[in-house]
């Protein structure tokens, strides 16, 4: 079985419909029993995306028990998390942090996986660096005017004003479209309002030319 583990919903919808819209590929998706906020997500004996809440998470002695025991039935792992920014006080410090992170997990537990860092496997930043970009063009409007309140809100000579985050415009874009905008109601293949064309955007076209290597 290939088993990818991800940091947050958001990942574990987007990889899913990326897979469902690249390979032509159906997920069986179920709100967990225990958590209605959470979803199961998986091709029986196949493909399962896991979401385990951050990257700290991994270290965890139920992953580490859950990739030895994929590996050892001759399964293929596979991680993807943000890299993130150097100087934002949590998350995984950026790319190049990140990924000595994940290198550490890997000498130190003596593990098998392969991993991707969000946005592009290269830069710092987070999966909505590239959700960004899947904007379609005749939509671009609508985010450069959410942008241009925020920004207009940044710029007030008053306290204690929220001004939002790249993840939260994301959202705001897609409650301003009357989409459902809670990540685990997203859906990114609705063309309309997300371009999935991977020769349109770099960041995407790199996911999905390492997506390919699991021979889906």
Known sequence: MIKIFCEGITDQVFIADCIEHFYNITFQRETKHNNKDKLDILI??????????????????????ELV??????????????????EKPNGNKGYKSCKQKLEDIIRNKKLK???YIWPDNKNDGEIENLLRTLIPLDKECIYNCIDSHQTCLNGLPLNNLKIS??????GYYLYTCNLKSRPK??????????????????????????IDTLGL
């Open 185 to 210: 109601e997203r859906d990114y293949k609705n063309i309309e309002y997300w371009d999935l064309d991977e020769s349109k955007s770099d960041s995407l076209k790199l996911f999905k030319t390492f």
């Open 165 to 170: 985050e790249l993840k939260e415009r994301v």
């Open 44 to 65: 029986a004996n196949q493909i399962q995306i896991v979401e385990i809440g951050g990257c700290s998470k991994l270290n965890s002695e139920l992953y580490i028990a």
């Open 69 to 86: 025991d994929n590996h050892e039935k001759g399964g293929r792992n596979i991680v993807i998390f943000d890299a993130d920014y150097n």
């Open 113 to 115: 996986f392969d991993y």
